[in-house]
């Protein structure tokens, strides 16, 4: 059996062509949009799930011509999946932090308020505070109360 039947080859031939329009959407975004930040998002959205719909279509292609389940393709599918958010997330940071070195961009002002580690917040407590040796409050015991 070298053709596909109608019933697989309409479906498959769907998904290449929704894979397809979602990547050129991504490379699309990734000319309009004006700067790093915001041109990042575009491809990596389109492509991700426009490389799903192309995968899917492969994976149903293939196993309808080998008559069994064939899912070479899901292995593509998880590494793309696990890999592109890191690796955009990695690229962000990195234009990020060369941004802020070369000042285009503020440091982020540190909080307003009480620090946890104030010691005017008077919620800290030092081992043998009136309380005992440590571990005999409540709060420091593992379990049920007895």
């Known amino acids: 059996m070298d053709a596909l039947s109608p019933w697989v080859a309409v479906p498959v031939a769907l998904l290449l062509c929704v894979g397809g329009a979602l990547t050129a959407i991504g490379a699309l975004g990734l000319l309009r949009l004006h700067n790093f930040y915001s041109r990042v998002h575009a491809p990596t959205l389109g492509t991700t799930l426009g490389l799903g719909c192309i995968l899917l279509a492969s994976l149903v292609s293939s196993s309808a011509l080998a008559q069994r389940l064939v899912l070479h393709e899901l292995l593509i599918g998880v590494f793309i999946v696990v890999t592109a958010p890191v690796t955009t997330m990695v690229l962000l940071r990195a234009a990020l932090a060369e941004d802020r070195r070369k000042g285009r961009l503020p440091v982020p002002a ?5 620090s946890p580690d104030d010691p005017a917040n008077g919620d800290d407590e030092e081992p043998g505070d009136d309380d005992g040796p440590v571990g005999n409050k409540a709060s ?3 379990g049920p109360e007895p």
Do not use: E
């Not at 540190?110 to 009480?114: K, L, S, V």
């Open 140 to 142: 420091d015991r593992i």
């Open 110 to 114: 540190q909080t307003t308020g009480a």
